[in-house]
């Protein structure tokens, strides 16, 4: 083998090992108006923010984002919130084939259930999405979820 293929192999073994470690234990994050979430300079930071969960149009391949909204009203601005199916906190029950909004129920952090409609608290670390074709400017990875009053 010629040495210059040796370290960009080493490099990809470095990183593939690197990637399979666990999954980081949720945080609580800094509370962050709504509206100030998705600018730039939260790009990777961990933030908290409240709103109301509701589902998708479409889920994909068991690939799960759901839109956090400030308010109700389904017209407002919405920022993702990744999320996996479970029974385990910060995790959505599974769904029907063909689901409503209201066959969302959430495990909280704590082990309480958040259903559609109920304001929650989610922190999580700020991300921006590589496409235009999505229905938000920036989502949350690895949420925690709390129930909000």
């Known amino acids: 083998m010629k040495p210059y293929f040796i370290l960009p192999l080493l490099a990809n073994i470095i990183l593939l090992v690197g ?6 234990t949720p945080t609580i994050g800094q509370m962050t108006n709504f509206h100030s979430v998705c ?3 939260n790009d990777g930071k ?3 923010v409240e709103g109301y969960l509701t589902l998708p149009t479409s889920i994909k ?3 799960l984002v759901l839109r ?3 308010s109700k009203n389904f017209g407002s601005t919405v920022i993702g919130v990744s999320s996996n199916f479970g029974d385990e906190p ?3 029950s599974p769904l029907p084939l063909v689901y409503k909004h209201r066959d969302l129920k959430i495990r909280t952090h704590n082990g309480q259930t958040a259903s559609y409609l109920d304001k929650v608290r989610v922190s999580g670390k700020v991300y921006f999405p590589i496409s235009n074709l999505v229905e938000f400017q920036c989502g949350l990875s690895n949420p925690l979820i709390e129930r909000s009053n």
Do not use: D, F, S, Y
């Open 39 to 41: 600018h730039k300079g």
């Open 46 to 48: 961990r933030v908290a």
């Open 61 to 63: 391949n068991n690939i």
């Open 68 to 70: 956090l909204r400030q």
């Open 19 to 24: 990637c399979t470690g666990e999954p980081e």
């Open 90 to 92: 910060n995790k959505v």
